[in-house]
């Protein structure tokens, strides 16, 4: 029978599963994290893992908060298992689990003034996030809307907050009445500029309300900018059944992952900081070119292989990558068009980098599906995709497959495939979309027009007429020939 995991069966663990290498009991909190998801568990709190077993930094442990009541279930289920989580590492040819022990609590979710109060405790020095790239209450510009109905709610009553960047600065203002030092503000989500997007975040509610509290937090409180990777899809039941059968233990969240990972951060830190150099983070002067690279190599490469895959009906990505033209479009785009707008980054290569993530995208282990890469577009698109096609446009470099990109995006939008399978709703504006894709099926402009995400491409006559030249071609000739011909089959 499966053991079910729990701090009693750590030093009974199945031969196949690592224990953490420490005693539980020497680690002290250090760090509260926001979205205690499968990416945060997969990373951040795997590198805190790694530290603790080589006997560093035990006073930096994790302590779990979430502002959304939905995110009790969560609590409960780790709850019942010590904090602890299965993490099993998949390559092509070998998968390896190990149990992390680096969360020690977990505030209960969307209690207030139970989250505050734990930010205000003089151990706590990280604040961290991982939010997802949508909690950052941006506009189509990219920047804080300060007119967001949560925004204005929390800006009204900001001793009573149900934000994210409320409570942080409840636990701020907490602080500073009781003469502790400001917490360092860790932004873990996979967006440009990721500090500087959450100061931004942060100042911009504080002045709705306190504009000299926002000028403090701006001056006293530091917000490093950080790269993050590793691709880590969903838990399902074809997870908890792989953990169960072929390792033997329960989990009722388990993490699978790839075995690669990576953490680019800036070193600023005024209360100190776990030695995560000594786990493998790698600290530099500046995030920019690295994140740049993983935004419009990678995040824009899962762009482009997601919507011809889920308009042929492919599930996974692995199946994607194993499809002569997906992979075929991914590879020409990348050459053409996108690592040509990539400036250089220190001690890499842009193109053994771009080999890497084709193989990391082709690792039938993993189970990430293409339906979690077509996720958010209304989102994902304005980040990974458009900056890269803007900086093509005036350079004056080709932008025919980029154009192609978003043509697919649009006819995924329609909510129907290829096959005439329905797509089910995919994006937090999902209705709103699929109104102006099906419109656009008759007039492609009615897409471009979307200023929230395209702004003023519209107005580029050879980007736009590429747009609604693929665009027709693929309500009228499927996605399987429009690839072929731009591969130049």
Known sequence: MPMHLSDAVLSSLPAAVAAPGYDRSTLSPGILHFGVGNF?????????????????GRDWAL?????????????????????????????ADSSRAKVLGSMVDFVEPANAPAIIARMAAPDIRIV??????????????????????????????????KTVFGMILAGLRARRAAGLAPFTIMCCDNIPHNGRVTKNALTGLAELSDPD??????????????MVDRITPATTD??????????????????????????????NFPLGRPPLEKAGVQFVPDVAPYELMKLRILNGGHAAIAYPAGLMD????????????????????????IIPNVPPVPDTSLEDYFDLIERRFSNPKIGDTIRRLCLDGSNRQP?????????????????????????????????????????????????????????????????????????????????AGAFCRHLDALWSEGTEKVLTRYLGG
């Open 40 to 56: 945060h568990r997969a990373h951040q709190a795997e590198y805190l893992d790694r530290l603790f077993a080589m006997g560093e």
């Open 63 to 91: 302590v779990g908060a979430g502002v959304f009541e939905g995110e009790a279930r969560a609590r409960s289920i780790l709850a019942a298992q010590d904090w602890l989580t299965t993490l099993v590492e998949q390559e």
């Open 128 to 161: 961290s996030l991982t939010i997802t790239e949508g909690g950052y209450f941006l506009d189509e510009n990219d920047r804080f809307d300060p007119a967001h109905p949560a925004i204005r709610a929390d800006a009204a009553l900001p001793e009573a907050p």
């Open 213 to 226: 509290f926002a000028a403090w937090v701006a001056e006293n409180v530091a917000f490093p900018n950080s």
């Open 238 to 267: 074809r997870e908890r059944a792989i953990l169960r059968d072929e390792f033997g233990l329960e989990d009722g969240w388990p993490v699978f992952c790839e075995g690669f990972t990576q953490w680019v951060m800036e070193d």
């Open 314 to 337: 492919i599930h996974f990505v692995h199946e994607g990558m194993a499809h002569p033209l997906v992979r075929g479009f991914l590879r020409k785009l990348e050459e053409t068009e």
């Open 383 to 463: 980040k990974f995709i458009l900056p890269t096609l803007r900086d093509a446009l005036a350079a004056g470099r080709g932008h025919e497959g980029l154009a192609l990109e978003c043509a697919l995006w649009a006819r995924y939008c329609a909510g129907v495939t290829d096959s005439g399978a329905e797509i089910a709703p995919n994006d937090p504006a999902w209705d709103r979309l699929t109104a102006v894709a099906q419109a656009a099926k008759a007039r492609p402009m009615a897409w471009l027009e979307q200023k929230a995400v395209y702004g003023d491409l519209a107005a580029h006559e050879g980007f």
